[in-house]
């Protein structure tokens, strides 16, 4: 399989070389990422775009092109005005009505729209009018794949989608397009499969080391999440070579899981201080000062952290301090939940948003990532995630409010502190209806920061991507507003198709 699956790469490098319409070059690179191999062609793709912001490329008079290069553009971190959609606008400065009846146009229109940032009224107006006219024709005579992709974008616009999701249905639906091209369907395939032996390898791997771990600590009542958490560690990184992080976020997901479940559920609030004390400390002394149940957990957790050091290849200049440094920080945000929690303080809502948008895991979590980031950028990428820019905070807002909105409609556990609706809801004496649609229209200010981020760190976009990928997790993990990481049973189909299923 990976002979033939080279063969096909020389195929697409042709395509590229012998493609000189821009228009069919964008499709052609869109298409890659819709299948999940655009990561074979990177130096391809990055000339496309250069040549796209040199051309005159947004004179197109087709909606669907222009929005199409709008949005790889300001995927890839290069900043494109809104004015581009100017020319699809009426004398009333509304959307004219001669683009409501192109289906093509007006998804490629709501998809790229979602990439806007803090004061673009073209792309509210865009997202607006789009999903109204795309609604309006569900059920009609779209076709498919078209009819699947509309729905799908409805339901999530495809830049917070998990990529590694979409390339799954996108590969059932691919031979229906329009310009469908067998080479890029079998090397997709062939792609998917080769990795699908990789990554089932590396979850078996993992599971066997959370067996060790889990009979180490002896606590009965942690939470076995092995396979959600290393298939969150898999929709941020899928592709060959990133074996470490993936296996670094797996790790340090089971970890924060571990001991916010002991801070929530098991521990006294006098365990709960000693634990952060002595995490504080980070040396074996420290368990002495431990509870008989928590020795064990303890000296894991610094085992487990040396093991990750150990783990480093020599030529990767990833330093495991930065993320030490931030689970001491985390742990630290822990012990304030429970204090209020012990305390029955009702924190004021930005109050509990600041501090719960950091131990939902942003902070680690972004460190952690940073493991899969080429070394010639790695201790800036260390310093610059270590420093908890607003893109991290962002994205940390985005998972914690889909977290307590899904946790909200379940049974609240014992121990919990309040969520971010239950304090909306307290302070604002709102019905949950209302609380919820305000914590909707903050996830869309949030995403808009991290879309801004692009532009402004396009030097770290290697380190910035990632992080970003973690917030589109989210889709994943409480879509629907269910907590799929909590309730697990709802993941079971996607975790066969991601890992046992080949296509």
């Known amino acids: 399989m990976l002979v033939r699956a080279n063969e096909l790469k020389e195929h697409v490098c042709m395509m590229f070389k012998s493609c000189n319409n821009m228009a069919t070059q964008i499709c052609l690179l869109d298409t890659l990422q819709h299948l999940g191999i655009d990561y074979h062609f990177k130096e391809q793709i990055d000339t496309i775009l250069s040549q796209i912001l040199e051309s005159e490329f947004f004179s197109s008079s087709s909606l669907s092109e222009v929005a199409l290069g709008f949005r790889l553009l300001r995927e890839h971190g290069h900043w494109v005005s809104p004015d581009v959609f100017n020319k699809f606008k009426a004398q009333d400065g509304g959307f004219s009505k001669d683009i409501s009846n192109d289906p093509k146009g007006l998804l490629s229109l709501y998809n790229a729209a979602h990439l806007h940032v803090h004061g673009e009224p073209t792309l509210e107006e865009a997202i607006t009018f789009a999903r109204r006219h795309l609604r309006s024709m569900r059920g009609s005579d779209l076709k498919t794949p078209l009819a699947n992709q509309v729905k799908r974008a409805l339901h999530i616009p495809l830049p917070r989608a998990c990529k590694r999701i979409e390339t799954v249905h996108y590969i059932s639906e691919y031979k229906e397009e329009e310009g469908y091209n067998p080479v890029l369907l079998e090397l997709a395939k062939l792609d998917f499969n080769l990795l699908q032996h990789v990554h089932l390898k590396e979850l078996k791997a993992i599971t066997e080391w959370w067996n060790n771990f889990s009979r180490n600590i002896g606590l009965s009542y942690i939470r076995c999440r092995m396979v959600e958490s290393y298939t969150w560690a898999y929709v941020v990184y ?116 600041n501090l719960t948008s950091l131990t939902i895991g942003g902070p680690t979590l972004s460190l952690s990532v940073i493991a899969g980031v080429d070394r010639k950028i790695m201790k800036q990428s260390l310093d610059w995630a270590a420093g908890v820019p607003d893109v991290v905070i962002a994205g940390g807002k985005i998972v914690r409010f889909m977290n307590d909105i899904a946790a909200f409609k379940r049974r609240k556990c014992k121990g919990d502190a309040a969520s971010s609706v239950e304090c909306y809801i307290h302070e604002h004496g709102v019905t949950d209806k209302v609380a919820i649609a305000r914590i909707d229209e903050l996830i869309e200010e949030e995403w808009k920061i991290l879309n801004k981020a692009r532009f402004e760190n396009h030097a770290l976009l290697p380190a910035l991507q990632p992080i970003i990928d973690l917030a589109r997790s989210s889709s994943l993990f409480y879509d629907n507003r269910n907590d799929v990481y909590t309730t697990s049973t709802h993941l079971q189909e996607t975790v066969e198709s991601l890992f046992l299923k080949p296509i």
């Open 238 to 353: 899928y592709q060959r070579g990133f074996k470490l992080p993936r296996r670094i976020i797996a790790m340090m997901i089971v970890l924060i899981t571990t001991v916010d479940d002991t801070y929530d559920i098991h521990a006294t609030i006098d365990d709960c201080r000693k634990l952060h004390e002595a995490i504080q400390r980070w040396d074996e002394s420290a368990v002495d000062i431990l509870p008989e149940y928590l020795k064990r957990l303890y000296m894991e957790l610094l085992i487990t952290f040396k093991n990750i050091e150990d783990e480093v290849p020599a030529n990767v200049d990833y330093n495991v301090s930065y993320l030490r440094k931030a689970f001491q920080n985390h742990v630290s945000g822990y012990l304030q939940e429970a204090e209020w929690s012990h305390n029955n303080h009702w924190p004021k809502f930005e109050d509990q948003v």
